[in-house]
């Protein structure tokens, strides 16, 4: 019982908060979440026809509310666990696995009382959460990639579908309009694969019986002279964009490869999309399925482009060999050649990716052509922004911390430019000043290009070994 205090005492600390950029989002949304809940606290048309409906915001914010939440509890969970000496104190294990439990129970608690409070049933609600909660926990998915264990892609792929799924007010309707054994059901499954999710046996490695064993290395692959030659076109860089000082662009600075894999995501989530609108209808997926498919494709797209424009910024731990092997003098001039290579980057992604979702908004009827150049403009300036807006954190007197960075990329990717898409693209009248606004993101981006590179150089960047 002591041990169990002790690691419960770490949830209401500064420790829990630190370097934890899930809880930062579940602090936006929850606010976002109990506005909405305080607005429709009165409201009388939730239920219709015997079931519960959902607003479609309050849906939203509640979804979004209750993944980072938990994710956030699962980061601490993650981080006591999975430390190098975790091994030695099965103790501190046994005791963290109850306080992650105990924890959870209070959080799915309190994500239940804003659907109580506008009416919705509880145990609908709770099956809900049950569905959400494994799909947080993964030892795969969180805390610094270093310590996790390997990456699932199977579930990884589910969990995507899932959470795309259920950001759909319509698919959480199903599960609150469901029978009580349903539910039952679905509660029963969620802990249960929950519970096996967070079982954590760390084994210590024998440093004597790894070294014995000689390492087997797979044999080289082999390429032919065609396959070779397409690699070589599709890999190909524009000469400026050839000497980056950080590894993680060099692989998505090509400009056909970028193309080809956002015109794969945007197939791969059309066919979904077209399947989800078929299967909803109760019928075989036919053309005008696919054409409300497609309304949802530029939203997806530019949100899941921008959230990888600005990710460089969270991992630092290759600078500093970087800035000492290379030649690059001090430390001001890595920092504008990073920047230098994260506009080259920005540029690039942005304008491949507004050129495609507004010829899918135009082709899909939901955009007039004659709107076509000034949204993808526009588009491209909201993009941007994503991209420079976590820049931010640099300016601060101490270290910017990378939780604070994470929250700024979710917000102004997930809100910002899926609101600017929705703005410029399926609105049928945008006022002026809109376009004012998406023209002053331009001298904002290019202050930022210039002043963060200094302030980028006073910051401490941590020195550790790169990962295996």
């Not at 930062?24 to 606290?41: D, K, M, P, R």
């Not at 607003?55 to 980072?68: N, V």
């Not at 959870?104 to 506008?118: K, N, Q, S, T």
């Not at 989530?269 to 997926?285: D, E, V, Y």
Request: hydrophobic letters at 55%; a positive charge.
């Amino acid at each position: 019982m002591k041990d169990t205090l002790h690691a419960l005492r770490l949830y209401a600390s500064p420790v829990f908060f630190r370097e934890n950029g899930s809880l930062v989002g579940a602090g936006f949304y929850i606010a976002l979440l109990a506005l909405q809940t305080f607005s429709h606290l009165h409201d009388t048309k939730l239920w219709q026809h015997g079931h519960f409906h959902q607003p479609t915001t309050l849906a939203t914010w509640w979804w979004l509310a209750q993944q980072m939440l938990f994710a956030g509890i699962a980061n601490q969970y993650w981080r006591q666990v999975r430390s190098p000496l975790a091994s030695l104190y099965p103790r501190m294990l046994a005791a963290e696995y109850r306080a992650i439990l105990i924890v959870l129970g209070f959080g799915i608690v309190a994500m239940l009382l804003p659907m109580l409070l506008v009416g919705a049933p509880a145990l609908n609600v709770a099956a809900l959460e049950a569905v959400s909660l494994p799909m947080t926990l993964g030892s795969d998915i969180a805390g610094p990639r270093v310590l996790r264990s390997r990456m699932r892609w199977l579930r990884l792929a589910l969990i995507m579908l899932v959470f795309i799924m259920f950001m759909i007010p319509s698919m959480q309707d199903r599960i609150l309009a469901a029978p009580w054994f349903v539910a039952l059901g679905l509660i029963v499954l969620g802990a249960t694969l929950a519970f096996i999710e967070l079982q954590h046996s760390p084994v210590p490695v024998d440093t004597a019986t790894a070294d014995a064993k000689p390492r087997q290395q797979k044999p080289a692959r082999t390429i032919g002279h065609r396959p070779a030659a397409v690699l070589r076109v599709l890999s190909w860089q524009p000469p400026w964009t050839r000497r980056m000082p950080v590894p993680q662009s060099f692989d998505a600075t090509a400009p056909l490869l970028s193309m080809l894999g956002i015109i794969s995501l945007t197939v791969v989530f059309m066919l979904g999309a077209t399947a989800f609108n078929a299967a909803s209808h109760r019928h075989w997926p036919q053309w005008h399925d696919a054409l409300s498919g497609a309304q949802s494709v530029p939203r997806f797209i530019c949100m899941i482009s921008a959230m990888g424009l600005s990710s460089w910024l969270l991992s630092r731990r290759d600078w500093p060999f970087l800035f000492v092997l290379g030649p690059f003098g001090n430390r001001a001039v890595f920092t504008r050649r990073l920047y230098r290579a994260h506009a080259f980057r920005a540029v690039q992604t942005v304008t491949i990716t507004a050129l495609l979702s507004t010829g899918i908004a135009c082709a899909s009827g939901m955009t007039p052509l004659s709107r076509l150049p000034a949204a993808t403009a526009a588009i491209a300036c909201a993009m941007l922004a994503a991209a420079y807006v976590p820049s931010l954190t640099v300016f601060a007197t101490r270290a910017p911390r990378p939780g604070i960075t994470q929250f700024l990329i979710t917000i102004t990717s997930t809100i910002g430019v899926q609101l600017a898409v929705v703005f410029f693209l399926e609105t049928h009248h945008v006022p002026v000043w809109s376009w004012a606004i998406a023209a002053m993101i331009v001298p904002f981006c290019i202050a930022i290009d210039r002043l963060a590179p200094a302030a980028l150089a006073r910051t401490d960047w941590p020195i550790e070994p790169p990962a295996p």
